[in-house]
């Protein structure tokens, strides 16, 4: 399938992933049906989606329950995305400046 980045949201009940293939610059991102635990949750879907486009991008996970990117091996899991306002949890300090280091103003596709 062509494409840099391709994004399937998906009718499975899987645990949502991203796959990276950082020397061609492609990616794919699975989410899973909306459906299911813990995307049923308020808010949930939202950064589940921002998270996992994070990993597209080249962030790994931290250990901050308060960020968009906490993971595995610490115990942040997708529910605690729950909230009964609509928001997206933040990058850290260190993420932004990374990305900003992957994609410099001047940062194009290849
Ligand atoms: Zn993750």
Redo the contacts with the bound molecule.
């Keep these: 399938m062509p494409g840099d980045l391709i994004v399937a949201l998906s009718d499975g009940n899987f645990i949502s992933f991203?796959a990276r293939w950082p020397t061609s610059q492609k990616a794919l991102v699975g989410i899973k049906d909306f459906a299911f635990f813990p995307l049923t949750l308020p808010n949930v879907a939202r950064n589940v989606i921002a998270?996992?486009l994070?990993?597209a991008i080249g962030l790994r996970?931290n250990s901050d329950p308060a960020a968009l990117?906490c993971?595995?091996p610490a115990p942040c899991r997708p529910d605690l995305f729950a909230s009964p306002t609509e928001k997206y949890f933040p990058l850290t300090a260190q993420e932004t400046a990374t990305l900003r280091t992957m994609y410099p103003a001047d940062w194009r596709p290849h």
């Design positions: 991203a998270h996992e994070g990993h996970h990117m993971g595995r």
